[in-house]
């Protein structure tokens, strides 16, 4: 019954250091979406997707870089990881009828830098 | 003004109770109001979204929505212990499309 996977549940990278995110949905979406979530900010949108080599810059998107090569992928890159990147990221899609209605997220990612 | 305020909570009702959770929001354009819990350390789960004024009920679950009054709702009837997670408010911004999360509302189910 899996739908949206992400790579890791949590990682520890160091400052200065590139690191990737995968996200994988096997529910043949073509939308794909990029959050991270903070006490007290809720969850901030940082890139989005609407097909395979789309990207589209959510809010908060500095520091952050997005790919999305197969239609079942999107991966989200923290070129040089810095300490305010800590953070609980979420990966969500939602098929091109419904592109808003966000029902599945994954897991999550809770990423700490050190 | 915040895009989306909730009570952070924690509201704290006794099992069998009526939770109300509420949610303003400041875009008069928002048509389209979703609804998510989450439970410590997990992903939302969409529970309910609404679009139009007035009820819409699901089960336990009730959206109440109110555009001129730029307010919407969520009552769980029957609450139970296992309703205890934090409630997310998120509005869809007319002008970007986008949906805008609040911060959430903890509600705390007492057996």
């Known amino acids: 019954d899996v739908k949206v996977t992400q790579s890791s549940r949590y990682l520890v990278k160091r400052t200065g250091e590139k690191v990737f995110l995968e996200c994988v949905q096997d529910m043949d979406h073509e939308n794909m979406f990029w959050y991270r979530q903070d006490p007290g900010l809720g969850l901030r949108l940082i890139y989005f997707s609407y097909d395979v080599k789309m990207k589209e810059k959510g809010d908060i998107p500095e520091g952050y870089s997005v790919s999305r090569e197969k239609k079942e992928r999107f991966s989200l890159i923290l070129e040089s990881a810095s300490t305010n990147q800590t953070s609980m990221y979420l990966c969500?899609?939602?098929?091109?009828?419904?592109?808003?209605?966000?029902?599945?997220f994954g897991p999550g990612t809770r990423l700490t830098v050190l | 003004q915040k895009e989306v305020e909730q009570n952070s909570g924690p509201l704290s009702v006794p099992e069998g109770a009526i939770a109300s959770l509420n949610c303003t929001y400041s875009?008069?354009?928002?048509?389209?109001f979703f609804w998510y819990r989450q439970y410590s350390g997990k992903s939302p789960e969409l529970i309910m979204f609404i679009y139009s004024n007035g009820d819409k009920e699901d089960g336990r679950f009730t959206a109440q929505l109110n555009k001129a009054s730029q307010y919407v709702s969520l009552l769980i009837r029957d609450s139970q212990p296992s309703d205890s997670a934090t409630y997310l408010c998120?509005?869809?911004?007319?002008?970007?499309?986008?949906?805008?999360f609040g911060t959430g509302t903890l509600l705390a189910v007492q057996p």
């Open positions: 875009d008069r354009g928002s048509q389209s």
């Open positions: 998120a509005p869809l911004a007319r002008a970007t499309n986008k949906l805008i």
């Open positions: 969500a899609s939602s098929p091109r009828l419904a592109p808003l209605v966000l029902e599945f």
